[in-house]
C-alpha cells in the first residue's frame, strides 16, 4: 500500500507484533469516498473516526479521519492483492 503514489499508511511500519488494521488516506480522495467507490468492487472497508475521535488526534487525521482496512484469519494473500489493486484502480484517475 506504501507503493502507491499520495497514499498515506498510519501505524507501525514492522507488522511483527501489530494486528492486521491498516488505516489510510489519499489527498485526492475524501476516504468516505474512497470506501464507497471500493465497495462497488466487492471490497469493505470503514472510513471516517472508527469510534475514536482521540487517537486520530493523535494520528493528526481529526476531524476526517482515516480508511480502515482490516485484515482476518481467513482472509489470503490473493484477497489482499485483490484489494490493493482495486485500489490502484480507485485512484487511477486520481494519483
Request: with cysteine; charged share 20%.
Amino acid at each position: 500500500m506504501r507503493e502507491i503514489p499520495g497514499i498515506e499508511v498510519y501505524g507501525v511500519t514492522d507488522p511483527k507484533g501489530s494486528l492486521g488494521v491498516v488505516a489510510m488516506n489519499h489527498p485526492s480522495v475524501d476516504n468516505g469516498t474512497l470506501a464507497m467507490e471500493l465497495s462497488e468492487r466487492g471490497i469493505e472497508t470503514r472510513p471516517g473516526l472508527h469510534c475514536a475521535p482521540l487517537a486520530h488526534r493523535t494520528l493528526g487525521t481529526y476531524p476526517g479521519g482515516a480508511l480502515r482496512f482490516s485484515v482476518g484469519y481467513f482472509n489470503t494473500r490473493e484477497d489482499i492483492l485483490s484489494a490493493l489493486e482495486a485500489l490502484r484502480e480507485v485512484l487511477g484517475g486520481r494519483i
